[in-house]
């Protein structure tokens, strides 16, 4: 179970002046539910996936209230958080070993589609999609309660992606709590109960799945779904 209200995070700048790139962001991720968040780059996503792990830079300064129950992990979006010098079968039996936990690298590769050889394999070995996987897998080794996963799907090919939000949805279905961040909204509303909204590091609003696309009523959730959905003859009459 994940709580977060009202959270805020503020960069102290070299010359003392403070920037807030994110503010009055709340949001709830109970156990076995699938959340999304999407918004435009730059809009703060990642710096709410940083904020409730515990892994913003340190000259950030957070604040609002988080309550969780468990643990909480993260399959970064950045693939330089993997260790360059660990082979990707290390790496995740390493976190898994720091959450306490013993686990079958081979198994987690698999689940995530990756073929056995990329166990053996470091970062530099992998592609951009492989990486991406690797990183989930870690963050499933850890068995945590909760999981956010940042663009799990970004540079995967159509069929990867679906793999990979079937198997985020598979998890929620067996209990974990799931945030999915993506700039991919029709996939997000496929695989996802309900989506928060940022524009510009301040909350839209949180949309029921089943509202897509009929049931929406503010303009700029409306717009970026067009603006992933529309055909190029839509934009053409509507021009
Ligand atoms: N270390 C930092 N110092 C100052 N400002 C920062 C720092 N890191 C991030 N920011 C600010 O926070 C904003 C939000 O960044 P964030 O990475 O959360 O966006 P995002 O929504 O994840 O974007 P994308 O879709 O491109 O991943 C950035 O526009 C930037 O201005
Ligand atoms: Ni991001």
Redesign the pocket.
Known sequence: MLRVEDLS?A?R?HDGRL?R??AGVSLTVASGDCAGLI????????????ALTGTL?R??ELSGRIGVSGRIALAP?AVTALDPLARAGTQIARMARLAGRRADPAALMARLGLPEAALRAYPHELSGGMAKRVLIATALATGAGTLIA??PTLGLDPGAADRIMALLAGLAAEGTGVLI?S?DLPRLVATTTRVTV?RE?RPVETVPAAAFPEGLTHPFTRALWDAQTWTATEWAEAC
């Open positions: 995070v960069f700048q920037t790139p994110l918004g435009g780059s730059g809009a703060g996503k990642s710096l709410i996936a940083e830079p000259n950030a979006q940042d663009e961040i700039h940022l590091g």
